[in-house]
């Protein structure tokens, strides 16, 4: 029987606001089509989890009773390149996810090992089936430390604030939605920094294998290049 050829894995963690996802996207897109890669955003599992079970989940809740809770979600991963799209029980999540109050919700439920455990064994299930490029906290220093290649993307707090505010006024244009103020962004960005930083469950911080690339002065395109200069030189 011929065996099915090894999956390939690509890891982008970095902190909130430093451009994991749309990098990761377009790094899955530019590398050869024949590789298969996807994109998996597992900072949105985090946030559909956030979203789906209630932001004050892993407070009120048992440890059973979120366990239960927890294995009514099922998530999948369709597509490649630009293209893949997460899937949370059948359906993929929405903008309703994007919030901030969402964003810090994810946060504090990133520091309840239940929920860490539920979505490590997900994120793993889906690297045995795809090639993926995979962005979040600790792709490459928990879920997937055997990768092929890792990168650790950084900023300075206040670049990340202005990026993000870009980012939801763009997505508010022509709407009535409100768009917090820079300073507000800058203080959740740091008050996220140091709860991811100094969790006790899988504290954000570089593999000790990483790439480490801090985009604070560079154009997004100048990231890329760097992410795929160090892809072709370990993988093609």
């Given at each position: 029987m011929q065996r099915a050829a090894p999956k390939i894995i690509i890891t982008l963690d970095g902190p909130?606001?430093?451009?994991?996802?749309?990098?990761?996207?377009?790094?899955?897109?530019?590398?050869?089509?024949?590789?298969?890669?996807?994109?998996?955003?597992t900072g949105a599992m985090f946030r559909a989890t956030a979203y789906f079970l209630g932001e004050a989940a892993g407070e009120a809740d048992g440890p059973d009773s979120l366990a239960a809770r927890l294995e009514k979600l099922d998530f999948t991963l369709r597509g490649s390149g630009e293209a893949s799209e997460l899937l949370c029980n059948g359906r993929v999540p929405g903008r309703e996810i994007r919030s901030e109050s969402i964003g810090a919700a994810a946060s504090r439920l990133a520091l309840n090992r239940e929920v860490r455990d539920f979505l490590r064994k997900a994120q793993?299930?889906?690297?045995a089936q795809y090639s993926l490029v995979a962005e979040g906290r600790d792709m490459g220093t928990v879920v997937f430390p055997s990768a092929d290649c890792k990168f650790f993307l950084d900023a300075r707090p206040e670049v990340r604030a202005l990026r993000r505010r870009n980012q939801l006024l763009n997505q508010n244009a022509g709407k009535d939605a409100p768009v917090p103020d820079l300073e507000c962004i800058e203080r959740l960005i740091r008050q996220r920094d140091e709860q991811d930083r100094q969790r006790a469950l899988a504290p954000l911080r570089p593999a000790e294998d990483a790439v480490i690339i801090d985009t604070s002065d560079?154009?997004?395109?100048?990231?890329?290049?760097?992410?795929l200069a160090e892809v072709r030189k370990k993988l093609l």
């Open positions: 909130a606001g430093v451009g994991k996802s749309s990098l990761g996207k377009e790094l899955a897109n530019a590398l050869p089509p024949e590789l298969g890669l996807a994109f998996l955003d793993q299930k889906i690297g560079l154009e997004r395109a100048e990231v890329l290049a760097k992410l």
